[in-house]
């Protein structure tokens, strides 16, 4: 069965320092399709790096990116030089299948992250 | 970046009553879709709509739900009659096509909270 585990449940850290936060996933599909998204103080669901399975290379964004571990089935967000409104919670979520043939998404119970100055 | 708008941000009513909640897509999306959040719990996919039709429902998807964008107007989704467990956040997505992450992103509106009494 596809499913999203995020174990922890809540993180603080110091602004300018580097966060890891865990994902794993269990899938049947040898393709699929990886994701974090944030979600602001206000509800809002912003995405913000997506991994897909075939790529071996790490995806970047800005100071976003993923440690994906395919033996582990795992797809771990990194953050580095963070900051105060990088406090949100961050989803982590898993499409499987080819384009066209699976639009939703799996997703896992999120972490919290605060950080402070 | 665009937005996809959800109104109300949150709705009371009383159980068997009919509620429509409403979504304002990004103006050029041709997908939608609706997720539902129960307090705790992981979030989980309802329906995705394009076309007119449904695309895909889960089981979550109660022979209650509707979901229709009359002239493209508001991408809604209707419950009738509402039952206690309907109580949840409700957050609407669109992207241009199904294949969303990068710069097809999928958007999410802020969800709207729905109170059963």
């Known amino acids: 069965a596809q499913k999203v585990t995020q174990t922890q449940t809540s993180i603080s850290v110091v602004e300018k320092t580097t966060v890891t936060m865990d994902c794993v996933y269990e899938?049947?599909?040898?393709?699929?399709?990886l994701f974090w998204y944030k979600q602001t103080a206000s509800g809002e669901i912003v995405f913000l790096i997506r991994?897909?399975?075939?790529k071996k290379e790490n995806a970047t964004v800005g100071h976003y990116s993923l440690n994906f571990q395919k033996p582990k089935s795992s797809i771990g967000l990194i953050i580095t030089a963070t900051q105060i409104e990088d406090s949100a919670v961050y989803f982590c979520?898993?499409?499987?299948?080819?384009?066209?043939?699976?639009?939703?998404?799996?997703w896992g119970l999120g972490t919290s992250l605060v950080v402070n100055p | 970046g665009p937005k996809v708008l959800q109104i109300p941000s949150h709705q009371i009513i009383d159980m068997g009553q009919m509620v429509t909640l409403n979504c304002d897509p990004v103006?050029?999306?041709?997908?939608f879709y609706w997720y539902k959040q129960i307090l705790g719990q992981q979030m989980e996919f309802l329906v995705n709509?394009?076309?007119?039709?449904?695309?895909?429902k889960s089981k979550l998807f109660k022979d209650q739900f509707s979901v229709e964008r009359p002239d493209g107007s508001y991408f809604t989704l209707k419950i009738q009659p509402t039952a206690l467990e309907d109580s949840a956040v409700y957050f609407c997505?669109?992207?241009?096509?199904?294949?969303?992450?990068?710069?097809?992103?999928?958007?999410f509106g802020a969800g709207t909270r729905l109170s059963v009494l």
């Open positions: 103006s050029n999306h041709l997908y």
């Open positions: 991994q897909d399975s075939y």
């Open positions: 709509f394009y076309n007119g039709k449904v695309m895909e």
């Open positions: 899938t049947r599909d040898s393709s699929y399709f």
């Open positions: 979520a898993m499409r499987e299948g080819n384009v066209g043939d699976n639009s939703k998404l799996i």
């Open positions: 997505a669109s992207s241009t096509s199904r294949d969303w992450g990068g710069e097809n992103t999928l958007y």
